[in-house]
């Protein structure tokens, strides 16, 4: 699994932020520590500020699980059971999983199989213009693919559609 990481994104460790907050003061009663400074922010007071973030998070996520395909289901289930449990209201949308992936899987997997939408192309559809679809209409939190291999431009159509649509592409390549 990938994780996207900014470089030039200072990142504050859980005891730093917590040390932080605990001592407004920290900043008048420490030395000058360039690194500390330019990763906490205090206001003209020295009250410990919140960072602001610097990027926006990505619309495009991809998971890629090489393995047996039980396994990799048994990785999945809780990043799902997750999704399906979003205090967001719109739908988990899965977009023509693997067919080991079935209604029963969900339900012993524990996820909330009353607010996730399965949907399988038609006729000429593609599953990347279901997908494509699925984001630009907006009422997926998360539309989950299967796409694979995936290339630099649908990675790019769904990005874009995830975008419009105010929701999060994940796609799922299996090997």
Request: charged share 20%; hydrophobic share 40%; with cysteine.
């Amino acid at each position: 699994m990938q994780f996207p990481q900014s470089l030039n994104r200072t990142q504050l460790s859980l005891f730093e932020a917590f040390v932080a907050s605990a001592l407004p003061s920290a900043k008048a009663e420490s030395p000058r520590n360039p690194w500390l400074e330019d990763a906490l922010r205090f206001d003209d007071n020295g009250v410990f500020t919140t960072p602001q973030p610097v990027e926006e998070t990505p619309a495009f996520s991809e998971i890629v699980l090489r393995g047996a395909a039980g396994n990799c289901l048994s990785l999945l289930a809780p990043i799902l059971r997750e999704l399906s449990d979003n205090q967001d209201k719109r739908w988990l949308t899965l977009i023509a999983p693997p067919s080991s992936l079935t209604q029963n899987w969900l339900r012993e997997a524990g996820l909330n199989r009353e607010r996730i939408l399965l949907l399988h192309p038609r006729g000429e559809q593609s599953p990347l213009q279901l997908a494509q679809h699925a984001l630009e209409l907006g009422r997926s939190h998360t539309v989950v693919s299967w796409l694979n291999p995936l290339e630099p431009k649908a990675r790019q159509t769904l990005e874009q559609a995830a975008q419009q649509g105010q929701a999060q592409s994940l796609n799922i390549s299996l090997g």
